[in-house]
């Protein structure tokens, strides 16, 4: 169960991400994110309550509420860190780079006891080399292209890059060892959720973005990518629970190949040689772990 828990948080994810694109173009990554995180907030709380489903809270622990707190935290962190790198740094450089905080979980997974099985391992790692491949695109860039850097220094994009794996990958250890035990999935993405977006409302004004509500036709847009990134969290932070840390988040990670696809069969973008060596290894390491 927590593979296909894992699969499909992958799936929601990857569908969430590709109308973000279209989003994030007309009323950008800000407004973005700070009304998808309302919407997500507005209708599990609303989920709860036709539940009766507050009771989910009652003997949670200070420190139960420190960790999960703190995930919303590191989950608002990475989140303006991976879009800052999309839109200042070349998609190419950048996005491979993020997409590896997987490497970090199985880290810490490892370091915190788990043990994981030959198999298991060998598809971790052919999944997370197709992670890679399927976000990279070896095409020349463009000259162009808004990247400049120099000897000697990192280029643009790569640092918040950098940030964002290192935030998810600590993230989904946490969710999955300190959170997760306390929690369940739904009591776990409102906290987050309500976290992630008082920050952002917060930081609107000091960081001078517009907290202004997108038009009606975005409106839907973000709707949509708010209700479906909220269930993707809900599976994910299940996958957490049910299954080891390691493989369960590596899973969740294929959002990237979804995403990736989505663009090649609706916008017509064009996969690489390397891409879909990428996704083959990515069922294949699919395969593996499943054993």
Known sequence: MGILLGLAAALAWGVADFMARFSTRRIGTYRTLLYMQLVGFLALSAFLTATHGWGRF?????????????AGLLNTGSTIALYRSFEIGVLAIVAPIAASYPVLTVILSLASGEVLRAARALGIGAALVGVV???????????DAPAPH????????????I???IGYGVLFWLLGFRVMPVFD????VWVIRVTTFSTLALLAAPVQQSARPPDK????????IGIIDTAAFIANNFALKTEQVA?????ASLYGAVTVLLAALFLR???EWSQWIGIVLIFAGIALISR
């Open 58 to 70: 009652a003997g949670t622990s200070r420190q139960g509420w420190v960790w999960v707190i703190l």
């Open 133 to 143: 491949l399927a976000a990279t695109s070896f095409a020349p860039v463009a000259a």
């Open 150 to 161: 120099h000897k000697g220094h990192l280029t643009r994009g790569v640092p918040w890059g």
């Open 163 to 165: 940030g964002a794996a």
């Open 185 to 188: 999935g739904f009591a776990s």
């Open 217 to 224: 036709v975005t409106r839907w847009l973000v709707g949509g």
């Open 247 to 251: 493989a369960a988040s590596v899973l």
């Open 269 to 271: 973008e064009k996969l």
